[in-house]
């Protein structure tokens, strides 16, 4: 069973704080993305990666940055967060073949106050 | 790049009627588009999906239908039951290497 998992599902933070969301796919995919969720927005795409240290911007990448150091992983970076990145932070991963499916995390609720 | 429009934003139907979601997409190298259904405070799930050599695909009460010329695709849903009630996402995909764009997302409920 594919598993990708998101460290932390609940976050709290205060305005100008780096955050790190983690997140960890135990099925070799080689493309994996982070989306934020917002009501009536859908998924938006912040970044994606094909392969490890390879990282491509997606639709909304301002005040956002990426990690991609092992295959298994890859992190999200808020450099100083702000109150409108309170959002749901989705991270899925998938095989590189054309077709396959996208399987997500859980999610991490991030709030910045 | 790629923009997936998704209509209706919500859409309520009596338990057992039919419903209908319908996506367009911008991308004419768009080839493969898979239907996601996310449950009150779950991840989102593949539900169903196509692939742009194929016209319709049927999986017991849910469908797909691609339409490439006119760039849109629509998922059926037959005998809606209260489970079916959720948030579908549509998205659109080159494969590969490509980023997977999604639509807005339609709430659907079903009325007992």
């Known amino acids: 069973d594919v598993k990708v998992t998101q460290s932390s599902r609940y976050l709290v933070k205060r305005t100008g704080e780096k955050v790190f969301l983690e997140c960890v796919q135990d099925?070799?995919?080689?493309?994996m993305f982070w989306y934020r969720q917002d009501p009536g927005l859908g998924l938006r795409l912040i970044y994606f990666?094909?392969?490890?240290?390879?990282?491509e911007k997606g639709d909304i990448p301002e005040g956002y940055s990426v990690s991609r150091e092992k295959k298994e992983r890859f992190s999200l970076i808020l450099e100083s967060a702000s109150t409108n990145q309170t959002s749901m932070y989705l991270c899925?991963?998938?095989?590189?073949?054309?077709?396959?499916?996208?399987?997500f995390g859980e999610g991490s609720w991030l709030t910045v106050v | 790049g790629e923009n997936v429009e998704q209509h209706p934003s919500t859409l309520s139907v009596q338990e057992g009627d039919s419903a209908v979601i319908k996506c367009t997409y911008s991308?004419?190298?768009?080839?493969?588009f898979p239907w996601y259904k996310q449950e009150l405070g779950k991840r989102p799930q593949l539900i169903i999906d196509?692939?742009?050599?194929?016209g319709e695909k049927k999986d017991q009460r849910i469908a797909v239908t691609l339409n490439k010329t006119a760039k849109h695709f629509s998922l059926h849903i037959t005998e809606t039951q209260p489970e079916d009630s959720a948030v579908y996402f549509c998205?659109?995909?080159?494969?590969?290497?490509?980023?997977?764009?999604f639509g807005t997302g339609t709430k659907l409920q079903v009325i007992p």
């Open positions: 990666s094909y392969d490890v240290k390879m990282k």
């Open positions: 991308d004419s190298a768009s080839n493969y």
């Open positions: 899925a991963s998938r095989d590189r073949g054309s077709g396959n499916t996208i399987y």
């Open positions: 196509i692939r742009s050599n194929v």
């Open positions: 998205a659109a995909s080159r494969g590969g290497y490509q980023k997977v764009t």
């Open positions: 099925m070799d995919h080689e493309n």
